[in-house]
Nanobody
């Protein structure tokens, strides 16, 4: 398994942009990667996923058109660019990895998780 560390969270205003990143301790070239988020009092929810090569992405309807997920296998990093942020995007964002080529939307199918990074969007 790989160790994952998120960074880049912070406090922004509605409409702003923010990028969060995930750095892996090992090679992620054979892993599908995903981002999930959890707001206070709510269950963890799927945000986006990307396949092992970066050619296929999938987004939750709530972020489609605003968020972009990319990866750099040479640097073992994954980045989530978030534009037009809304107060309802406020949550702890988690990076996750699964040792398969295809990303999925189900959290329990990921085997490695980061500690999370807080994103707060003020209105």
């Amino acid at each position: 398994q790989v160790q994952l560390v998120e960074s880049g969270g912070g406090l922004v205003q509605a409409g702003d942009s923010l990028s969060v990143s995930c750095a892996a301790s090992g090679r992620i070239g054979t892993y599908a990667m995903g981002w999930f988020r959890q707001a206070p009092g709510k269950e963890r929810e799927f945000v986006a996923t990307i396949n092992w090569s970066g050619t296929v992405t999938n987004y939750a309807d709530s972020v489609k058109g605003r968020f972009t997920l990319s990866r750099d296998n040479a640097k073992n990093t994954v980045s989530l660019q978030m534009n037009s942020l809304k107060p309802e995007d406020t949550a702890v964002y988690y990076c996750a990895a699964r040792p398969y080529t295809t990303g999925v939307t189900i959290a329990t199918m990921y085997t490695s998780w980061g500690q999370g990074t807080q994103v707060t969007v003020s209105s």
